[in-house]
């Protein structure tokens, strides 16, 4: 699938680490660095631009190591980007952790994965079909 992208950073654009990788780092672009207080939020501008295909979406995921190492992750995530979104790609980054944490331009801040989906129509009806699991569910499926 070839992805119509405009690169208004400095940065190269998003690229797979390895040839099983579904997810491609993305940077911020940014004038100045941010200093990400504890709990505070911010939304970082990676100076990319998508035209994607009808049915696929670009997931904006956290980048594992960010999170576990640094309590840095996507608040909304995964973020959807949409077919038809021309803007900017933003990533809204949370910082979880107790120390403050500095987002320079060029920093790879989440990831990003290109996924199809279905739209699908509703049908309203009175009943579902019957299931071994019904309506349980909040940890239901096992004790562990």
């Known amino acids: 699938m070839v992805v119509k992208v405009i690169n208004k950073s400095s940065n190269p654009l998003p690229a797979y680490e390895s040839s099983f990788s579904a997810g491609m780092d993305i940077r911020a672009f940014i004038e100045s660095p ?6 505070e939020r911010v939304l970082v501008k990676t100076g990319l631009y998508l035209e994607l295909e009808k049915n696929f979406e670009a997931q904006v995921r956290p980048r594992s190591g ?16 949409d077919a038809d979104y021309r803007g900017e790609v933003g990533v809204i980054l949370i910082n979880l ?37 019904g309506d349980k569910g909040f940890g239901s499926t096992g004790l562990n």
């Open 34 to 39: 941010i200093v990400l207080q504890p709990q």
């Open 66 to 81: 960010l999170a576990l190492k640094k309590g840095i992750t996507v608040l909304n995530s995964p973020g959807t980007i």
């Open 97 to 133: 952790s107790s120390e403050n944490f500095k987002i320079n331009s060029g920093d790879r801040i989440a990831q990003l994965v290109i996924s199809k989906h279905e739209s699908i129509k509703w049908e309203l009806s009175q009943s579902l079909g019957e299931s071994k699991r």
